[in-house]
Structure formats: C-alpha cells, structure tokens
C-alpha cells in the first residue's frame, strides 16, 4: 500500500527515496502498528548497512518516509540479471547482512523480512536492509507474529511456538542459498 518515489532536494540537489503510504490502505489492512514501528525503529537505526531515514512527514492522505537512495536497486534484480552471484560476492554480502543483524539484534531488534528484494546497493557496492515494515523490539526474549516471506520463514514462525532474532539468521541462510 505505498509507493516508493525518487525525489530531489531543491536546495541541496540530493537525491532520496520517497516511501508514500496511503493512509486509507494502512487503516484499510489495519497495518497501523506496522507503520508507527517501522517508523520509530528506522529512527532508532544508525548503522552502515541499513538504509537511513532522514525525514517523515504527513498530509491528509498520505505519510511520506525519506530515505537514503541507493542507486544500485534491489539484490533481487540483480540476481535476476546473473542468476547466481560468484561465491566472494557472496560472503561480501552476507557479511554486510550478518553486520547489520548483529546491530539489531543488540538492540533487541527481529527484523523478520529478510530477502532479495529488501537489500540495496548502496553507491559504494554495499547492501543495505531496507523495508521495516515487518521488524519488531523483541524484549521478553519471545513474539508470536505470523510474518515474512514464504519462502524465507524458520520453522518456529510457521509452528506459532514463539520465535525470536535467530529467524533472521535462518533467513539468512536461505538468502546465501539463493545467491549461490
């Protein structure tokens, strides 16, 4: 239910991306702790391999999200484009995701999303994670939320016993699976 948009700075000349969510879809799919959570954590996050938040704002319709711009898109198209990555390319960004879960996971953060399409290249040939729609603060050690990708959950997310940050290191492992 949003859209993301490259925009310009007119004073600066910088360049960002502009996540636009619809407030009717976000209240429409009852997503609103989603929105506010993935707000306060970006906010939260400071780390080179995670996309910054530089700005949130709101109209009548509309919350506005400014982000970082990583003009190499997304892992997922280019791995669309070689099909399989080399294996140094590979522990290249596995390091860069292992980096940014270590970080999170000090700050009690699960991220829950991790695939393809959620890791951008930034300038300098590094990923970044982006989209935390789906991240939580874990602080009693455990969550119960049915979420993330199909392809991509650890078995505890699908059996609803509880899980915690080691689904993003299982994630994490499919991920390497498929850059292979």
């Given at each position: 239910f949003g859209?993301?948009?490259?925009?310009?700075?007119?004073?600066?000349?910088?360049?960002?991306?502009?996540?636009?969510i619809s407030?009717?879809?976000?209240?429409q799919y009852n997503q609103q702790e989603h929105i506010i959570s993935e707000k306060n954590i970006l906010a939260e996050v400071d780390h080179p391999f995670v996309v910054q938040l530089v700005a949130t704002f709101k109209d009548a319709d509309k919350l506005y999200m400014v982000l970082e711009y990583c003009?190499?898109?997304?892992?997922?198209?280019?791995?669309?484009?070689?099909?399989?990555?080399?294996?140094?390319?590979?522990?290249?960004?596995?390091?860069?995701?292992?980096?940014?879960?270590?970080?999170?996971?000090?700050k009690q953060i699960a991220y829950r999303d991790l695939k393809p399409e959620n890791l951008l290249v930034d300038a300098q040939g590094y990923l970044k994670i982006c989209d935390f729609g789906f991240a939580k603060k874990v602080s009693n050690d455990r969550t119960f939320t049915l979420c993330g990708t199909p392809e991509y959950l650890a078995?505890?997310?699908i059996s609803n016993v509880g899980h915690n940050w080691a689904v993003d290191w299982w994630a994490l492992g499919i991920l390497i699976y498929e850059m292979l």
């Open positions: 859209k993301v948009r490259l925009v310009r700075d007119r004073t600066s000349q910088r360049v960002f991306a502009m996540k636009i407030k009717a879809k976000v209240l003009p190499g898109g997304e892992l997922f198209a280019l791995l669309q484009r070689h099909k399989r990555l080399k294996e140094e390319h590979c522990i290249f960004y596995a390091g860069s995701v292992m980096l940014a879960f270590e970080y999170l996971h000090n078995p505890e997310i």
